[in-house]
């Protein structure tokens, strides 16, 4: 069982900056895939990044390459999105989420609103 704390959202002006944070507990945190999706007012949930056990593979949505970065510390079981250039389309909620072949694990989400 691995249980999934988002942090970091908050509200930026468009172009700014924000950094995601997702605190995972249990003990099989480093063998799992990790990964960030979000989900905007009346739309469904899709992927944003993705992340592999090790570190060593990600893989972005077209909408936010170039300007996302997924990382990880094993170490601290802790997955981070770096977002830069941000427009007022990524404004959704953003989940984090954990699997080892599916992503079935989910945390509770938190807000990231850009404005223009």
């Known amino acids: 069982q691995v249980q999934l704390v988002e942090s970091g959202g908050g509200l930026v002006q468009a172009g700014g900056s924000l950094r995601l944070s997702c605190a995972a507990s249990?003990?099989?945190?480093?063998?799992?895939?990790m990964g960030w999706f979000r989900q905007a007012p009346g739309k469904e949930r899709e992927f944003v990044a993705g992340?592999?056990?090790?570190?060593?593979?990600?893989n972005y949505a077209n909408s936010v390459k170039g300007r996302f970065t997924i990382s990880r510390d094993n170490t601290n079981n802790t997955v981070y999105l770096q977002m830069n250039s941000l427009k007022p389309e990524d404004t959704a909620v953003y989940y984090c989420s954990s699997g080892q072949t599916t992503y079935d694990y989910w945390g509770q989400g938190t807000q990231v609103t850009v404005s223009s």
């Open positions: 992340i592999s056990w090790s570190g060593g593979r990600t």
């Open positions: 249990g003990r099989t945190f480093s063998s799992y895939t």
